[in-house]
């Protein structure tokens, strides 16, 4: 069951509240958050952040979307103030979480969005639900752990556990990060050090969210076999980004049935921090169909479906809002 309740917190966007929903999926309780767009054009927008990402904290992003869509933020098992996943359960089980949250509020095809970890679960969402998915973008996509940062990360968890937070926070920061591009990067140095002080300032809760949220990620060596999501798909990060590589990005989009892919300058691994209006405007362009060539922000888009790269537009829509999941 689940139980729907508008928060008492929440900022209004245009005169509608956020609504917030409480799941439960096999025990585990975590919970969502929806924001109504008062012009909605395409298919409601549902964001799944990475490690260090709730569901409050989208800001401009967020807002963005809403000129376009509804938006659906989630604090899935192990984020944010939802339950604490262990690592057996694996990726799948929280595509079928996320699934859960559009069976609860009434969403039958949504347009998703997955930053870093949760690129991992929105690509399998995708393969597994695929009928409720209308297109999807990822930045700094990962469906496992890279495997040149594997030991760093092991070596991270292990400070953790210890408590040593200096060392975890170097460690970590150390593979997010590319430090040698921080000068090139767009607030390279601010963003270094607000994570600096969010990873030495994880409490108890959020550290165990962590650690085994990277278990399981390392527990995931390779993409399922046979199952390439069919929908438009674009995968895009930073052209300083030296954890999830542009040359990495690409390579997941090649495995797409139809995929794109581009790179955004300026930028690292923390998209959504650093260049979030930027990233907006490039998504909001691929669910509306317009073209991704000539931005000054990226390098135009290559269409690598059957791994023949070409650099057009990405096919239009043109179904109304209406069915596209706008308001009912």
Same mark, same amino acid.
């Given at each position: 069951?689940? +139980?729907?309740?508008?928060?008492?917190?929440?900022?209004t966007?245009?005169?509608?509240?956020?609504v917030?929903t409480?799941?439960?999926?096999?025990g585990?309780?975590?919970?969502?958050?929806?924001?109504?767009?008062?012009?909605?054009?395409?298919a409601p927008v549902?964001?799944?952040?990475?490690?260090? +990402?709730t569901?409050?904290?989208w800001?401009?992003i967020?807002?963005e979307?809403?000129a376009h869509?509804?938006?659906?933020? !989630?604090?899935?098992?192990?984020?944010?103030k939802?339950?604490?996943?262990?690592?057996?359960?694996?990726?799948?089980?929280?595509?079928?979480?996320?699934?859960?949250?559009?069976d609860?509020?009434?969403?039958?095809?949504?347009?998703? !969005?997955?930053?870093?970890?949760?690129?991992?679960?929105?690509?399998?969402?995708a393969?597994?639900h695929?009928?409720?998915?209308?297109?999807?973008?990822?930045?700094?996509?990962?469906t496992?752990?890279p495997? +040149?940062?594997?030991s760093h990360?092991?070596?991270?968890?292990?400070?953790l556990?210890?408590?040593?937070?200096?060392e975890?926070?170097? !460690?970590?920061?150390?593979q997010l990060?590319n430090?040698?591009a921080?000068?090139?990067?767009?607030?390279?140095?601010r963003?270094?050090?607000?994570?600096?002080?969010?990873?030495t300032?994880?409490?108890?809760?959020?550290a165990e969210q962590?650690?085994?949220?990277? +278990?399981?990620?390392m527990a995931?060596q390779?993409?399922?076999?046979?199952?390439a999501?069919?929908?438009?798909?674009? !995968?895009?990060?930073?052209e300083?980004?030296?954890?999830?590589?542009?040359a990495h990005?690409?390579?997941l989009?090649?495995?797409?049935?139809?995929g794109?892919?581009?790179?955004?300058?300026?930028?690292?691994?923390?998209?959504?921090?650093?260049?979030?209006?930027?990233?907006?405007d490039?998504f909001?362009r691929?669910?509306?169909?317009?073209p991704?060539?000539g931005?000054?922000y990226?390098l135009?888009?290559?269409?690598?479906?059957?791994?023949?790269?070409?650099?057009?537009?990405?096919?239009?829509?043109?179904e109304?809002a209406?069915?596209?999941?706008?308001?009912r």
């Amino acid at each position: 069951m689940s +139980q729907s309740t508008e928060s008492p917190a929440a900022t209004t966007t245009d005169g509608f509240p956020p609504v917030l929903t409480a799941h439960t999926w096999h025990g585990y309780h975590y919970e969502s958050r929806r924001s109504r767009s008062t012009t909605p054009r395409i298919a409601p927008v549902v964001l799944v952040g990475g490690a260090f +990402q709730t569901k409050e904290n989208w800001g401009r992003i967020e807002t963005e979307f809403l000129a376009h869509a509804d938006v659906i933020t !989630v604090d899935l098992p192990g984020w944010g103030k939802a339950d604490v996943l262990p690592d057996h359960h694996g990726v799948d089980f929280l595509a079928d979480a996320l699934c859960r949250v559009l069976d609860d509020t009434g969403l039958t095809t949504v347009n998703l !969005v997955g930053s870093s970890y949760g690129s991992a679960v929105t690509h399998a969402l995708a393969r597994r639900h695929p009928t409720r998915v209308r297109r999807m973008a990822l930045t700094g996509a990962m469906t496992a752990v890279p495997e +040149q940062a594997r030991s760093h990360f092991r070596r991270g968890i292990d400070f953790l556990v210890a408590r040593r937070m200096e060392e975890f926070t170097e !460690v970590t920061l150390g593979q997010l990060m590319n430090r040698e591009a921080l000068e090139l990067t767009v607030d390279g140095h601010r963003i270094h050090r607000l994570l600096h002080r969010r990873l030495t300032g994880l409490g108890p809760l959020e550290a165990e969210q962590l650690m085994t949220n990277t +278990q399981r990620l390392m527990a995931h060596q390779d993409l399922p076999k046979g199952a390439a999501p069919a929908m438009p798909v674009l !995968v895009t990060t930073g052209e300083h980004d030296h954890f999830t590589s542009p040359a990495h990005c690409r390579d997941l989009a090649a495995t797409c049935a139809d995929g794109w892919f581009t790179t955004i300058t300026g930028a690292d691994h923390m998209l959504p921090l650093e260049r979030g209006p930027e990233v907006s405007d490039l998504f909001i362009r691929f669910f509306t169909g317009r073209p991704l060539t000539g931005l000054a922000y990226c390098l135009d888009a290559e269409h690598l479906s059957r791994h023949t790269p070409t650099m057009v537009a990405p096919r239009t829509g043109g179904e109304p809002a209406e069915r596209r999941g706008g308001h009912r």
